[in-house]
């Protein structure tokens, strides 16, 4: 069956950096636009970025500048890089993957939490 895991959550000082890893099997994975989304406690779940199956990326204007999102294709890997980290991106990342036509698929989370 499709799974997604996510790993590389942890406890970080504000300013610093993490990276999340969204390792995925069972599933075609060069076909799919990923994504990372994140909730906050009390919020709504949102979209951090995305990638395309062509490597287009797109990004929330709050994370615009210090998130990089990428994939390994070969190792049907996603990732999201965390610079510059603040309080506010405290959250749950979900990683997702995401098809017109297929079914989309979400990750068990993972909690980032940013503070001193």
């Known amino acids: 069956q499709v799974q997604l895991v996510e790993s590389g959550g942890g406890l970080v000082q504000p300013g610093g950096s993490l990276r999340l890893s969204c390792a995925t099997s069972?599933?075609?994975?060069?076909?799919?636009?990923m994504a990372w989304y994140r909730q906050a406690p009390g919020k709504q779940r949102e979209m951090v970025a995305t990638?395309?199956?062509?490597?287009?990326?797109d990004y929330a204007d709050s994370v615009k500048g210090r998130f990089t999102i990428s994939r390994d294709n070969a190792r049907n890997t996603v990732y999201l890089q965390m610079n510059s980290l603040k309080p506010e991106d405290t959250a749950v990342y979900y990683c997702?993957?995401?098809?017109?036509?297929?079914?989309?698929?979400w990750g068990q989370g993972t909690q980032v939490t940013v503070s001193s």
């Open positions: 990638i395309t199956s062509g490597g287009s990326t």
């Open positions: 997702r993957s995401q098809h017109t036509v297929l079914p989309q698929y």
């Open positions: 069972g599933m075609i994975f060069g076909i799919y636009t």
